[in-house]
């Protein structure tokens, strides 16, 4: 079996501490690296300038800098969306996308290869669960797309290719790289991490008081309805999913922003706008994201704007912020719920 170095994108400075202790280098050191790699997004290690080469030479001889290795990238006919394509060392294919809005630049990262929890109306669901992303890979998609750009990522989301709360410790461990004010430098706010609703990690999430802003996707509004799209609502209730969704608003004390992704004859009905509003009355610091829904090859249809509208006019006195959320670079297959890798490209 062929083994491959390991990254030093992903690596804390905790990592990097125990890499000197093994060589008996000063501990100094490891706070260069780190600055090298996350504040400076080296590229190659003869720009180490400061760290003595004896050293260095076992750094590359154990070690790569990124585990990921750019293949291509595609643009909308807008020119706001780009979408990106990675391969592992394993040789798995990943997307990423980048969204760009006024001064805003989003970046939608994935955490696994694949996705198991077949929800009906994703593409992604179609590949299955192939491999999590560790958290050198998830991070090295916005290092590497970073050097591409001529302006800052400002926003990160955990809302690409998998279930971010299934890979939770590579997901938080890469979620607070981002964040290192002695690094990447993204502010907790600007750090959103989404998830289908797996209740157990919700909880997780509100014990350990993670300040990172957290997205449900809900999707349906009673538990009949959101089973036949979602699987994962067998084994974590509606129920449930609200349940932990109030005890962490009132633990956390922050927004939480509810997903719900509007499908033609499946729960665009204005009953279900009124049952979205007794259900969600009750939890401190919510907004609810209404997502028109991404055509992809399904059974499942967008619903026509005549709807949208008479599903809004029902929100329109609801006790918390509603916005229609319009998926940018659904040409590219780039919107949300579109990104798929198809089975002739794995091997790309």
């Not at 062929?2 to 706070?31: M, P, Q, W």
């Not at 998609?141 to 939770?168: A, D, H, R, W």
């Amino acid at each position: 079996m062929k083994t491959h170095k390991t990254s030093l994108v992903g690596k804390s400075l905790d990592d990097f501490l125990d890499i000197c202790d093994i060589h008996n280098v000063d501990s100094y050191r490891a706070e260069q690296i780190f600055n090298w790699i996350y504040k400076n997004k080296t590229n190659d290690f003869e720009s180490f300038k400061n760290i003595p080469k004896s050293f260095l030479n076992l750094l590359k001889e154990q070690h790569t800098i990124h585990p990921l290795i750019f293949v291509r990238s595609t643009k909308s006919d807008s020119r706001l969306t780009n979408k990106f394509l990675f391969k592992t060392q394993s040789g798995a294919l990943i997307e990423s996308v980048l969204m760009n809005e006024g001064s805003r630049t989003t970046l939608c990262l994935s955490t696994q290869v694949g996705c198991a929890l077949d929800c009906k109306f994703c593409a992604t669901a179609k590949m299955g669960f192939i491999d999590n992303l560790d958290s050198g890979e998830i991070v090295d998609q916005f290092l590497l797309i970073s050097k591409m750009l001529s302006k800052p990522i400002t926003n990160v989301v955990f809302m690409g290719m998998g279930e971010p709360f299934l890979n939770y410790s590579n997901v938080i461990k890469s979620a607070k790289l981002l964040h290192d004010p002695n690094g990447i430098n993204l502010g907790y706010k600007r750090i959103t991490i989404s998830t289908a609703g797996i209740v157990k990690r919700i909880e997780q999430f509100t014990k350990e008081r993670q300040k990172f802003k957290l997205a449900i996707s809900l999707n349906g509004t009673t538990s009949d309805q959101r089973l036949k799209i979602m699987p994962i609502t067998k084994s974590n209730s509606l129920e449930s999913l609200l349940g932990a969704s109030k005890k962490y608003s009132e633990v956390i004390n922050t927004w939480l922003t509810f997903e719900y992704v509007l499908i033609k004859d499946c729960n665009d009905d204005p009953s279900d706008a009124d049952r979205l509003i007794k259900i969600l009355k009750g939890i401190n610091k919510c907004k609810l994201n209404l997502i028109p829904y991404n055509e992809t090859d399904g059974i499942y249809q967008r619903p026509d704007e005549k709807q949208i509208k008479l599903f809004m006019k029902k929100l329109k006195n609801a006790p918390f912020p509603v916005t229609v959320r319009w998926s940018k670079g659904t040409d590219i297959d780039a919107g949300c719920g579109q990104l798929a890798i198809s089975e002739n490209l794995m091997s790309a």
